[in-house]
């Protein structure tokens, strides 16, 4: 990692720490989550579906993701440190434990029970390889990319990679009431790299081989 991220760095990881504890006071209930996911379903539900803004894209893959992950992330709407108004307006209608509820049903949802953990990532092109040791990617994703060091960080492995790429240029998005996403580590990461050289990590991370899903609900299979 750049050596000029590296106290940012070490401060964030303890702000984190911090928040992780304070969610973790809120306990999730999977079954419970099945029943409050019916403003996911429409576009997390359906394989293969498209968002157009700010430009048209996959929506993520949600399923197997972790849980401590999307209660980060829909707080980060609610707060508007992640700017998106469709889903900051989906945020806004939940309470914390709606919130722990729906990311539990996503974790579990479409997982396999004792699964052996993926390991270590492929190589890519040289030029994808340059990119993931200028961004320091396995450090803080893991060596698969699919084993954050925390759980509040996602899992990035076999992610749309359209998807990972206007992720990405969100963090270096800036004073844009509409786009954008508010944090200081991945925002100094993602802000050292061209668009171009985005598209190439991103393309790199879509490829390989990971945990996360679209599990259609039936009215859409």
Do not use: W
Not at 17 to 44: D, M, P, R, W, Y
Not at 64 to 70: D, E, I, V, Y
Not at 119 to 141: R, Y
């Amino acid at each position: 990692m750049n050596k000029l991220l590296l106290p940012l760095f070490a401060a964030l990881v303890a702000c984190v720490t911090t928040t992780s504890a304070f969610a973790q006071e809120v306990k999730g209930n999977a079954v419970e989550g099945e029943k409050k996911i019916a403003l996911c379903i429409g576009c997390h539900g359906i394989i293969g579906y498209q968002a157009s803004f700010p430009e048209i894209h996959k929506v993520p893959k949600i399923s197997g993701q972790s849980a401590k992950f999307l209660v980060s992330s829909l707080n980060a709407y609610k707060k508007g440190e992640r700017k998106h108004p469709t889903m900051r307006g989906i945020a806004d209608a939940l309470s914390d434990q709606d919130i722990a509820d729906i990311a539990a049903h996503y974790e579990s949802s479409g997982t396999v029970a004792g699964a052996p953990a993926l390991a270590k990532a492929a190589d890519g092109s040289p030029k994808a390889m340059e990119l993931v040791a200028k961004g320091a990617c396995a450090s803080c994703h893991g060596e698969s990319f699919s084993k954050p060091i925390d759980p509040t960080y996602p899992k990035i492995a076999g992610q749309h990679s359209d998807y990972l790429f206007v992720a990405l240029k969100a963090y270096k998005t800036d004073s844009n009431p509409m786009i954008g996403r508010g944090n200081a580590i991945m925002g100094g990461i993602a802000k050292q790299f061209t668009n171009a050289e985005l598209k190439e990590l991103a393309g790199y991370m879509g490829s390989l081989p990971g945990e996360l899903k679209t599990v259609p609900q039936n009215k859409f299979k």
